[in-house]
């Protein structure tokens, strides 16, 4: 799991709710990720941020929101209009977004499970 | 239509068995070819990186293979042991901004 934190580790949320799931790194990366994980599916990107206090939608933002005040927190939060979003979902850091470089490892995160009851 | 697929979804070994795993990706311009293990509610670890100019790579029990050409790669497992019990991520980069394809992953079962 390298620097990277991830809390909590299992999260549940009543519809109607919104949930902020936490990632934090100390490895100095400057990009961060987020990500979705379902059953018999890759990895589906829903923000990132090649640098503080800037950030992208990736190909499943919708009902998603995100914060990068430090370059060492990269907060997520699953609004009430996210139709589904009980899934597992993962944060990486890579040391820049900028370039696909032999270099540029993305770094995971534990994950969190969220459910929604 | 996924760039990256991966192949099997899932297969099933005996402790001590080899096996090999298999990808094939569209994406272009390709930069490098990763191969993550993921186990069981955890995050993905990065097994080998693969670069253009790069037939093969070896991670201790891990070998995985690149053909650029036909953009198709494989890992290999030899003597596999039952800590090898996870899904097998195949992420494929592209010049640019450094958007990762991932595929579905492999889930390999190793039984004793």
């Known amino acids: 799991d390298g620097g990277i934190t991830q809390s909590p580790k299992y999260l549940f949320r009543k519809e109607g709710q919104n949930v902020t799931l936490s990632c934090e790194q100390n490895l100095n990366h400057d990009a961060m990720y987020w990500y979705r994980q379902d059953p018999g599916q890759g990895l589906r990107l829903i923000y990132y941020s090649q640098i503080v206090n800037d950030f992208q939608k990736g190909d499943i933002a919708e009902g998603y929101s995100v914060s990068r005040e430090k370059k060492e927190s990269f907060p997520l939060t699953v609004t009430s209009a996210q139709k589904n979003p009980t899934a597992f979902y993962l944060c990486?850091?890579?040391?820049?977004?900028?370039?696909?470089?032999?270099?540029?490892?993305?770094?995971f995160g534990p994950g969190t499970r969220l459910t929604v009851l | 239509k996924n760039q990256v697929e991966q192949s099997p979804q899932s297969l099933i070994i005996l402790e001590g068995k080899n096996c090999t795993l298999q990808?094939?990706?569209?994406?272009?311009?390709?930069?490098?070819l990763r191969w993550y293990k993921q186990d069981t509610g955890r995050g993905p670890v990065s097994l080998t990186i693969?670069?253009?100019s790069e037939n093969t790579k070896s991670n201790r029990r891990y070998t995985a293979t690149l053909d650029a050409d036909t953009k198709q790669s494989s890992l290999h497992i030899t003597a596999s042991q039952l800590s090898d019990s996870a899904s097998y991520i195949c992420?494929?980069?592209?010049w640019g901004w450094g958007k990762f394809q991932f595929g579905a992953g492999t889930q390999v079962v190793v039984t004793p």
């Open positions: 990486a850091s890579s040391i820049e977004g900028g370039l696909a470089g032999d270099g540029n490892e993305q770094f």
């Open positions: 990808c094939n990706y569209t994406v272009s311009p390709f930069s490098n």
């Open positions: 693969m670069t253009f």
């Open positions: 992420v494929v980069s592209a």
